[in-house]
């Protein structure tokens, strides 16, 4: 490799050590040498064989593949695994690390890259507001796609819409005559729904605050909302709703009407997801998810597994499903038709070559990940978790899952400080647990003595943020697995977090009333 040496600090050691290997040329046989090459994530082989040092860096990987394996002509940041086990310093340690798998260093091995964000989100360090207003717990966060505006959803039966740069409400929703159960922001920026325990859905102008339509016909409360992706309808027309009467409905929101309701099921239906290839997906306490066909409301198949209830479901494609057109530089674009095209991209850019990945968690312990527009059998089961499921979320790129669980498991103290520490908490820690989206187990995260209520990834898929029972709130770092920054400040239990698409800033919801909003210092 013919490498400049003004663009990377090591590059003389990396002329001397990395040789391109022509298919007709012999191989030099060293110990401190290995032959790879590069792979994409459609397992699509990408530049020659090469003989790379044992102790090659990832930083060194990443100069090698941007200048002379795909010649970009910025250079973009990757992460690199070798039999799913990331790459997080040398060649040679994950090497150790993958050994129990009798991984042969004779043999090429396969170095699967995969593109970074190209922005970094910056922590949350502190709370820049404790916003009241609300009169009973605030059970719901959500913030737009443009994350410019954030919604929040009460007990005292109303909605409050707050404008994140002044950190002031501007519009206080009031129509439900139960508790505010969800609320969720139309992928064009242009809308707001939230459903209740009154049994309706309640569709808003979040300009004016103006009440647009009133759905009525579930029977009982509602459970969840999703609206149909923007790539599919930039003008936002259609959502669906669910209840536990077990039916799901979806309406047109310009007519004001049902259009179909699906049934089938014959238990509450807990979580749905609307996905960006023409299925709605619904999971119940039947202990089984619905797949159906978006236009029509068919039923196209049953997923059966679980043993008890469906409790959460998660898409890889989430983050591009509720951010839309909309991405970290804040450009709006207005023209439905560029919307939807750009909208599209995003979609693709996650989910690639494949279809889509559903996730979803029981009360029987366990993860399930599907591809089910394609197949009705689970093609993997996560288990490790001691207790229910109660959150699964893929990160906005799509390639790892945080699940989280009400299972505790023993602290990792010195057994020195266990005799000052309260009895209480000695096997109180709360696990969060990190996967490949491909169902390979990477971390646990222990920290949280309380119930893990909710999971959010910041918008460049490297960091966590948890909300708890425990009152706390905790940013966790993916590539070092570790806590970065612990955040007390609410008086009771966390009920709901949202982390900005923007990456600004965090919103967290709390049984003591109040709105947080917490930012990076």
Request: glycine letters at 8%; a neutral charge.
């Amino acid at each position: 490799v013919a490498w400049p040496s003004h663009h990377h600090p090591n590059s003389n050691f990396l002329h001397k050590r990395i040789h391109l290997v022509q298919e007709d040329s012999s191989m030099e046989s060293s110990d401190q040498t290995v032959l790879a090459r590069f792979c994409n994530t459609d397992g699509e082989p990408i530049g020659p064989q090469l003989s790379l040092p044992f102790d090659i860096s990832t930083e060194q990987l990443t100069t090698l593949l941007n200048q002379h394996i795909l010649k970009n002509d910025e250079p973009m940041p990757y992460s690199f695994f070798l039999n799913e086990e990331e790459i997080l310093e040398t060649l040679q340690a994950t090497l150790k690390a993958v050994q129990k798998d009798k991984l042969n260093t004779e043999e090429i091995l396969t170095i699967v890259y995969q593109p970074q964000a190209v922005f970094r989100v910056r922590s949350i360090t502190y709370c820049s507001s404790s916003l009241p207003g609300h009169t009973e717990a605030i059970l719901t966060v959500n913030f737009s796609p443009d994350g410019q505006r954030l919604a929040t959803g009460s007990g005292d039966t109303t909605i409050r819409l707050w404008d994140v740069n002044t950190e002031t409400p501007y519009h206080e929703l009031r129509g439900h005559r139960n508790w505010v159960l969800c609320v969720k922001w139309s992928p064009n920026n242009k809308k707001l729904a939230s459903g209740a325990m009154d049994r309706t859905v309640k569709l808003w102008d979040p300009e004016t605050g103006e009440c647009l339509a009133t759905l009525a016909g579930h029977r009982e409360a509602i459970t969840a909302i999703e609206w149909e992706p923007a790539h599919v309808d930039p003008h936002s027309r259609r959502l669906i709703s669910t209840s536990k009467d077990g039916t799901a409905r979806v309406w047109d929101t310009v007519m004001k009407q049902c259009l179909f309701t699906l049934s089938g099921h014959t238990g509450s239906i807990t979580c749905v997801r609307w996905g960006g290839e023409g299925l709605i997906y619904t999971g119940s306490q039947d202990r089984t998810i619905k797949v159906w066909n978006a236009n029509e409301g068919k039923l196209v198949r049953t997923l059966t597994g679980h043993g008890h209830w469906i409790n959460t479901m998660a898409l890889n494609t989430d983050y591009a499903l509720r951010t839309g057109a909309f991405d970290h530089t804040g450009t709006v674009i207005e023209d439905p038709e560029e919307m939807k095209k750009k909208a599209l991209e995003r979609y693709i850019a996650v989910k690639g070559a494949g279809c889509e990945k559903l996730a979803t968690g029981s009360d029987d312990f366990t993860i399930f990940l599907w591809e089910a527009s394609t197949g009705k059998k689970p093609i993997e089961r996560l288990t490790g978790h001691g207790k229910l499921i109660n959150v699964v979320s893929f990160s906005p790129d799509g390639r790892l899952l945080a699940t989280a669980s009400f299972d505790k498991s023993a602290p990792t103290l010195p057994l020195a400080s266990l005799r000052h520490q309260p009895y209480k908490n000695f096997f109180t820690c709360l696990d969060i647990k990190l996967w490949t989206s491909a169902g390979k187990f990477l971390a646990t995260f222990r920290g949280h003595v309380g119930e893990v209520y909710q999971l959010c990834w910041s918008a460049d898929s490297r960091m966590i943020v948890s909300g708890s029972k425990d009152s706390t709130m905790k940013v966790w770092d993916v590539r070092t697995r570790k806590l970065k920054e612990d955040l007390p400040g609410h008086a009771d239990e966390v009920y709901s977090v949202d982390w900005s698409p923007d990456g600004e800033r965090v919103g967290s919801g709390s049984k003591d009333r109040l709105l947080k909003i917490w930012r990076a210092s």
